[in-house]
């Protein structure tokens, strides 16, 4: 079956950066876009971005260019979400997503890795 | 591009029927038959109910349906049952690439 499991709950400083994994199995991995969205408690999703793992294009929300990096491992079947100089409204849940079956449609998520921005 | 427009919450009893309106603009509902709902249950990750306007992803009750007219989509949850309580967000393609969602709107079945 199809799953995505994200890395574990990260605490930083302002200022610091943070590296969120996505390790999929259960298909594949280079057929999908996968893609990454930023939740903070009682608020709706932002939308952050979309990788291709099948040929490295990438597609980032206008709130996030320039501080967001998305990178794939094809070996790992793994994606990466690097956030850089992380302000306290950085604190949030985020997730990674398979896209399909189509635009806008995301049918298996991540569990959420709860990134807690704090001096 | 601005959050798509949701009312914050809704309720309804068991085996009653709620509808939950979504509205954006010309560059995202308005524009592409790309809309999504979906259900997410405190704690955990958004369930993906509804997808392209009106399909259900296999597994998905038929007590789920949506529809699109102009600017404005709407989900609507047919004989309600108590585990349907739950955070109901939208979501549409935009002329940007991108995907922008709604605030969220919060169901409670009393």
């Known amino acids: 079956q199809v799953q995505l499991v994200q890395s574990g709950a990260e605490v930083k400083k302002p200022g610091a950066s943070v590296k969120v994994s996505c390790k999929a199995s259960?298909?594949?991995?280079?057929?999908?876009?996968i893609i990454w969205v930023r939740q903070v408690p009682g608020q709706g999703p932002e939308w952050m971005g979309w990788?291709?793992?099948?040929?490295?294009?990438?597609h980032y929300g206008q709130t996030f260019q320039g501080r967001v990096t998305l990178t794939t491992d094809t070996s790992t079947s793994t994606a990466y979400m690097e956030v850089t100089s992380l302000r306290s409204d950085d604190t949030a849940v985020y997730f990674c997503?398979?896209?399909?079956?189509?635009?806008?449609?995301?049918?298996?998520w991540g569990q959420g890795t709860l990134v807690t921005v704090s001096s | 591009q601005s959050a798509l427009t949701q009312p914050a919450s809704v309720s309804g009893s068991p085996g009653q029927s709620i509808t939950i309106s979504c509205t954006g603009t010309n560059s995202d509902i308005g524009a592409y038959n790309y809309v999504s709902w979906y259900q997410q249950h405190a704690g955990k990750a958004p369930k993906l109910i509804i997808y392209?306007?009106?399909n259900r992803p296999s597994g998905v009750s038929n007590r789920f349906s949506a529809s699109k007219s102009g600017n404005t989509a709407s989900l609507t949850i047919s004989g309600l049952q108590t585990e349907d309580e739950a955070d109901y967000y939208c979501g549409s393609y935009t002329s940007s690439n991108t995907v922008v969602f709604g605030g969220g709107t919060k169901l409670t079945v009393l």
């Open positions: 392209a306007v009106t």
């Open positions: 259960g298909y594949n991995f280079g057929s999908d876009e």
């Open positions: 990788i291709s793992a099948y040929n490295g294009k990438i």
């Open positions: 997503a398979r896209s399909h079956p189509g635009y806008g449609a995301y049918d298996y």
